[in-house]
């Protein structure tokens, strides 16, 4: 039995999907891509033996395809989303689920009317090894309740454009999920730090910043983003228990001895830190395609981290608490 | 040369320091205690051969008595302290330096009228050999300058009647000393963050707390304080530079494998983890007094503390941001 | 494109396998199983769909198999091995290739004979992340030529019947296989130390022991084999060069603070050590048969590894040095 | 009370001595000094207020002397060990005791006759934190009984003239020492591996060896002796007993992440790595001599040490294994 799924982006991201897809998960086959930037699409979707769109809508409209891939970029997610739930057909997107809380909101409402999830949201760091891990000892009660948690996010660098507001939607949207997610609880207040600013970002940029999330049932969060820290792509967590406290390790590697250190690597950046995450979501989505209901991320999840983002924007600039309101949550998402 | 000192108060700290200066400090003998308890005086004084005084005072008026040693209860701290200095003799004051921002200022004032400096307060973790060499990494350069700070200040657990106030006044007021002396730096404001409570505390006591400073120069301190955390002693600390980070490393000590772990060991309290620094404390106290200038933590030094102090109590109840406001610094102190 | 493969063995290790290539293993298929428990046969064989056979025989010669996958017991090997290279099959066979040099010898020639290389032999490490970063450090020149060889190597307990040559035969063949691989040289003498005996091992077991290798090039290599050792799994090795050492790291996984340490996990077994290098090594065999030559552990290397697993046998009775002599190397395997 | 000492050599081990006797070591003043370089122990005599010799004899017979420290080279240290001796002076004598089996038995016998001991032999690895806890755990059946012991002895690199024999009088004798008394047991054979010669070896070192040492009750002790491996001072043990193993942890310091690792530091030689390990020798020698019985490593430690390390360069030659024959232990020594 095998997934037949549509990719919609050939940019960067879509084609590390598809590379992932063929190299390393089963029961899945890209029929279809589709870029606007049709020679891009060609390239890639004859590289698979993949049927080529220039149109999102036009793929998700084939009926080969069975499930979908969005990839492209943000401001499209809203109208192919929503083209999927109309074809009834499951679709991964990446996050955003859309760029704005009303946006999100549109789509939460059109999947919430059907029987079943078809939604699921990139958020890959619930696939990592070591987030699973904590969750489960947490979980199992190893360390009693969680009070505190300490987030590190840090990139070496970032792409020429890269805006203040973005450090929060496109970098710390997967701190707010994590903590959503590990906890098992809504955030309900955000107050963001701007730190002294490094000589190492680009103009314009306020970084690095520290994030404060406080949650329904009183753990607080700190979130370090940096996203010009030159050394590596460095993410940490501590959660903080009643009684000791669980932490990611380093990655695993070779450790070194010389010219008067021991050291070990950091990863480069978050495909080589996340690439087993990657596929693991994928590979849960495909078979959860198959097999089941889809469970992973879901539109609700998407609409309540853009929530928190978009507080965690307007405290940016207000230099003040922000609380977040959601509205309830539909029972689909119980 | 040795120096003859006086300790005035002979309960747990006061015995610490002198069963340490016996032990293995240098060039310093104990010729006087006194306690208001003096059956516990007599105790202590005898073993060491000192004279014994019910009355600090007349500690301080003894003519045997070169310099003298406060390890009394906080409220003694102004009047002895200023008894020290009208007797033109140096002092190491355990902190606090006065319980009162105003308390500190008189000290402060009296102090600062004199031609040089006779007052140190006990501030030991700057003689630490790990926060030595993080200040001796950052001041090399080796990082770029500090942009932020994560601190982790955990007690296994409390006496009783330990009350949320003391969370600052009695543990944070370390991490406002390092923060201080660490970045070069005062901090001007400060803002508490209760987190969820655990059950493990006693009732009324609020913890954990998260407190955040804010430094002149726009660094971002966040330090978690838990004071009943169970599981050890653990001070751990990570600054965040440009193009580096620098952490306390583990304490030194056999590792084992066993039972399907690795693992180390946590201190089990604050005179395990720091029973070096305490050392180094006393003997650079003892040879500045000797052979130069007191160059330890100042009088300045512990009004700052207890200004950002108050400031973090306020905050803890208003659950604000709150600024601090410190007088011009004396010339002395420059 | 997809390969047909028939498994002979349907034991813990010939399910394993099973399990392994329909979960994640790519461009495979099992068309059938054989066992001599044509009980057990059937029950895994109708569990993927596969084909069942008695005898191995009958399996190889199957038209629709088109690689084997020998995962029976060891004296099997032999007489199957050389089977699937008169049918001009491609066999992964689990170690040892044969349990005598005599019969490895059989092999080595039967397929010394071809044009091409049949045969590789399941030694699994050379499959694994950190070994095969160490060896990429090492052939890119980080720490020198390479002068010494640490490894350990610890079960936490044995089945029922496992002896003290096994020792050498069942779990330090691995040992050898990986420093021959990693070092690039063959060994030329062997020397076995049985150290004083824990209380834990079975009756009539030696156990642990220290073996010493030799290389060509003189490297000395010592190997821990502690197949009692209680606490579990660890595999754990350093490579000392002429400016430096390369360890494998400890594994990834959540690190906890709690009772007075902090502590990280140890793997249960191999199966969990080796997950991914068992996986690698299935998938590269899979995609080595279907579009190129077969280059993982040969032939060669099964044999050159049975020759020193031997010598380091006898020198456990004779308490003695014991050189290992090869044959001349068949061009095939220059 | 204060022990008045007097030092026989001001080379670079006696300075080291003085200086920390002044440093750091209460209850003792150095009172003479001696060198046959007159004016180097002048200089340093002057520096402390200390009477200044030529001749060691001298210095052991001058009255003020209660005890003495012998720094001077290791050819002189048996007539110098028997003058304190004949003086009733108590000695502490840096290893070796004297340079050859014979001459440490003419010590031991000398002192075996007397009542009490009055030799103490400088293995200041005794004194570490880090091998002291180690042994607490043994001791203590924290991992059962001792199975075998690695040891990693590496420098960074050696003086002009350092032998391949010095490797072990200089050098294992360290680890020698350390295994009897960590053990509490005598080694009764040793083979010596000469590995691939490192290209940073001074002509005619055979750099690095690999020494095994076996012990009257069985545990085998891998010695890894490479004193050109340019990278630091590295002394790393793993004892591994029946349920789990027990290590020296790395040395504490500032952990650094940067430049795509994280690292941190290793000594950069002995006085570095054992600056508190030498205090404490000092200081407990001190005291035992002033309030008790000198309980340190003994002159029976000093040959029982001298005869494995002999034995050890025996194998060098034959490259064969060695065994160690002891003379009856007398009582003083039970």
Redo the contacts between chains.
């Keep these: 039995m095998t997934l037949r799924i549509g990719v919609v982006g050939t940019g960067m991201m879509g084609q590390d999907h598809i590379r992932r897809l063929a190299?390393?998960?089963?029961r899945v086959e890209v029929v279809a891509v589709s870029d606007v930037n049709v020679e891009q699409a060609k390239r890639v979707g004859d590289g698979v033996g993949a049927r080529v769109y220039a149109d999102g809508h036009e793929l998700v409209a084939d009926d080969r395809v069975q499930a979908v891939l969005i990839a492209s970029p943000g401001f499209t997610h809203e109208e192919l989303t929503l083209a999927c739930l109309a074809a009834d057909k499951p679709v991964l997107c990446e996050k955003p689920l859309a760029p704005t809380i009303d946006a999100c909101l549109r789509v939460l409402e059109a999947e919430a009317a059907k029987a079943q999830r078809l939604v699921q949201v990139g958020f890959m760091r619930r696939y990592d090894?070591?987030f699973r891990?904590?969750k489960a000892?947490l979980d199992a009660g190893?360390?009693?309740?969680?009070?505190?948690l300490?987030c590190r996010h840090r990139n070496p660098d970032v792409p020429p454009g890269f805006t203040t507001d973005m450090m929060i939607t496109d970098s710390v949207v997967h701190d707010i999920d994590v903590t959503r997610w590990l906890l098992g609880q809504e955030i309900v207040a955000t107050?963001v730090?701007?730190?002294?600013?490094?000589?190492?970002a680009p103009e314009g940029l306020a970084d690095?910043q520290?994030v404060?999330l406080?949650?329904a049932?009183?753990?607080?969060v700190?979130v370090?983003s940096?996203v010009t820290?030159?050394?590596?792509y460095?993410i940490r967590y501590e959660l903080?228990g009643?009684?000791?406290?669980?932490?990611?390790?380093?990655?695993?590697?070779?450790?070194?001895?010389?010219?008067?250190?021991?050291?070990?690597?950091?990863p480069?950046d978050y495909r080589e830190r996340f690439a087993g995450a990657y596929q693991h979501e994928l590979q849960e989505w495909v078979d959860g395609v198959l097999a089941g209901p889809v469970i992973g991320p879901s539109a609700w999840d998407g609409y309540a981290t853009q929530a928190v983002a978009e507080a965690a924007v307007e405290s940016q600039t207000k230099g003040d608490r922000v609380q977040v309101e959601l509205v309830e949550r539909p029972p689909l998402y119980a």
Tied chains: 1, 2, 3, 4.
């Design positions: 190299a390393s998960v089963l090894a070591g891990a904590m000892g190893q360390v009693g309740q969680a009070l505190l300490h107050t730090y701007k730190a002294r600013r490094t000589s190492k690095p520290m404060v406080e949650t049932e009183g753990v607080v700190d370090e940096f820290c030159q050394f590596g460095d903080v009643e009684t000791g406290t669980l932490s990611l390790s380093e990655q695993a590697g070779v450790l070194v001895r010389q010219d008067g250190q021991y050291h070990g690597p950091i480069a």
